[in-house]
C-alpha cells in the first residue's frame, strides 16, 4: 500500500534534516542529512539523532502497510550504536516485522554514505485509527 496522500514532512524533521525517499511494502528509506549542528562532544552524530533517525524508519516502514488514516505511538524503541558517524549523511533503511490490529514491530539499519553499519534499532508501536494519537483513551 502506497500513501501519497501521507505526511512525510513535519517541523521536528525539517529541524533535524531528516528525509523520507520512499516507503511501501513494509520497507521504507528516511536520510538524515549531515549538518554539525547534530554532532556530540567528539563530533560524531549525537545518538538522540541516531534515534530519531530509525523511530522515523521504522515508523514508516510499518505506515506503508496500514490504512492511510492510521497513526502511530512509538511504545519502545531499543537501539543498538555500532559504529561513530561524522561529515556524512546517515539513511536508515526500515522493515516491518509483524503488524497487527493495535500493535506492531518494525526494525531499523542505519548506515553511512560508505555503507558502514552505523546502528540497528527494534521498535514497537500502538497502531491508531486516526481519530486520536495511538487511539489513546483519557
Not at 500513501?3 to 523520507?20: I, K, S, W
Not at 560524531?44 to 488514516?69: E, K, R
Not at 506492531?104 to 555503507?115: S, Y
Amino acid at each position: 500500500m502506497v500513501h501519497e496522500d501521507t505526511p512525510r514532512d513535519c517541523p521536528f524533521y525539517r529541524l533535524l534534516g531528516l528525509e523520507v525517499v520512499q516507503f511501501s511494502e513494509g520497507n521504507s528509506e528516511v536520510r538524515l542529512r549531515w549538518q554539525e549542528a547534530l554532532g556530540n562532544l567528539s563530533g560524531s552524530v549525537h545518538g538522540g539523532a541516531l534515534m530519531a533517525l530509525g523511530d522515523v524508519g521504522t515508523a514508516f516502514a510499518i505506515f506503508s502497510l496500514l490504512p492511510t488514516q492510521s497513526t502511530l505511538v512509538t511504545v519502545d524503541l531499543t537501539m543498538a550504536f555500532l559504529a561513530a558517524s561524522r561529515g556524512t549523511d546517515l539513511v536508515c533503511r526500515g522493515r516491518a516485522i509483524r503488524v497487527g490490529r493495535r500493535i506492531a514491530t518494525g526494525e531499523g539499519r542505519i548506515e553511512d554514505g560508505g555503507g558502514t553499519l552505523v546502528a540497528t534499532c527494534l521498535g514497537t508501536f500502538l497502531v491508531g485509527d486516526g481519530k486520536r494519537a495511538g487511539g489513546i483513551q483519557d
